[in-house]
């Protein structure tokens, strides 16, 4: 996502205000949809018209390589274009109607919502899984030895909330933690300041971090509070209304995708796909893939069953939802159930 591997929240991207949201995560009709947007649909449905999709470099889109280089997109039936982005980037593409579909984070879904961009959460890729992590220095064992501490991390950022949520679990207020707030970037040098006892960081540049602080180790992971930061395909509600059967098709591409990536005898070759579309080695590229769960058809019928646990998306979802609006994000909460959109995942066998 930004710059190297990351589920960021780029929530600081839209400080726009909260506009209105459907109550349900009904798509709308073709009948509904404005005159703009119906010629554009007739457009799209003519097969040589690509469906678009946004995707960066984060293990759970960039497995989506894999289903390229191998030609199951178009063995299903499908034309879609992938285009590249940094993760930012592909937000803001999304938002200006240049892409039918963006992977985003469940909570980055939420900021895009918030500034008037309703995009329909039809599949999730996989959640965070120990990429998104907290570093502390030596003679800091947990998350409890965090009081009264300062802990550098970037403010409404992902590894924010993941920071908020360790410190919630420990009971601990986060007014008894000093919250620095850091460029990602800049946090490997920032944490070998003095004043500085922990970071909030994703890899790779947590890896960076600890060689930069003798000593320093991870004392919590996006490992301990699996679900917490959701990766989803979202897509564009007219586009996703006009173009079901497709979609469905490419969740069914997905889960072939992911079954290649995890059986035992495909998983070198998959492993070199992704590696190679990114510019890293195949060895140090399974380090972020092992801290990604990536989610088949199976595991997303369950993750989209309905819940207040982060089992769910529903939940990760609410959760994420205060969160934002507690950090002064948005100003009031988006209506979450109306941009999660189960039916396409329901109705697949």
């Known amino acids: 996502m930004k710059q190297a591997i990351t589920t960021l929240s780029i929530s600081v991207l839209f400080g726009l205000a909260v506009t209105g949201c459907d109550n349900s995560a009904k798509v709308p009709t073709a009948d509904k949809v404005p ?3 119906k010629a554009a649909d007739s457009t799209s449905s003519n097969a040589s018209t690509p469906i678009t999709i946004g995707y960066s470099d984060w293990p759970g889109f960039v497995a989506w390589q894999v289903a390229i ?3 199951w997109l ?3 039936g499908l034309n879609v274009d992938f285009k590249w982005f940094d993760y930012s980037a592909s937000l803001s ?3 200006a109607n240049q892409l039918d579909a963006v992977l985003v984070t469940n909570g980055d879904n939420l900021v895009n919502a918030s500034g008037g961009t309703k995009g329909m959460m039809i599949m999730v890729t996989d959640y965070s899984a120990g990429n998104d992590v907290i570093i502390a220095k030596e003679g800091i064992n947990s998350i409890s030895d965090l009081k009264g501490k300062s802990v550098a991390t970037e403010k409404g950022l992902v590894d924010h909330l993941l920071l908020s949520t360790a410190l919630d679990d420990s009971k601990i207020p986060a007014t008894d933690v000093k ?3 850091s460029v990602t970037n800049e946090l490997p040098q920032v944490f070998t300041s003095k004043d500085i006892s922990a ?3 994703w890899q790779p540049v947590a890896n960076q971090a600890l060689k930069a602080v ?3 180790k991870i004392i919590y992971t996006s490992k301990d509070k699996p679900g917490l930061i959701y990766d989803t395909l979202s897509v564009n509600a007219s586009h996703l209304s006009a173009h079901k059967e497709d979609w469905k098709k490419l969740i069914q591409v997905w889960d072939k995708t992911v079954k290649y990536i995890q059986d035992p005898a495909t998983h070198a070759d998959a492993v070199k796909i992704m590696a190679n579309r990114v510019g890293v080695d195949p060895a140090q590229y399974e380090q ?3 801290g990604t769960h990536l989610l088949d058809l199976a595991a997303n019928k369950q993750v989209f069953a309905k819940g207040d646990g982060f089992d769910s998306i529903y939940g990760s979802t609410y959760h994420v939802n205060k969160f934002n609006v507690s950090n002064g994000i948005y100003k009031a909460e988006v209506d979450a159930d109306g941009l999660i959109y189960p039916s396409l995942v329901e109705e697949l066998k």
């Open 288 to 290: 972020f893939i092992d």
């Open 69 to 71: 280089e191998k030609g």
């Open 214 to 216: 003798a000593g320093s």
């Open 93 to 95: 593409a999304f938002a």
């Open 179 to 181: 919250l620095v707030n």
């Open 199 to 201: 970071i909030a960081v």
């Open 35 to 37: 005159t703009a947007d």
């Open 74 to 76: 178009k063995e299903a």
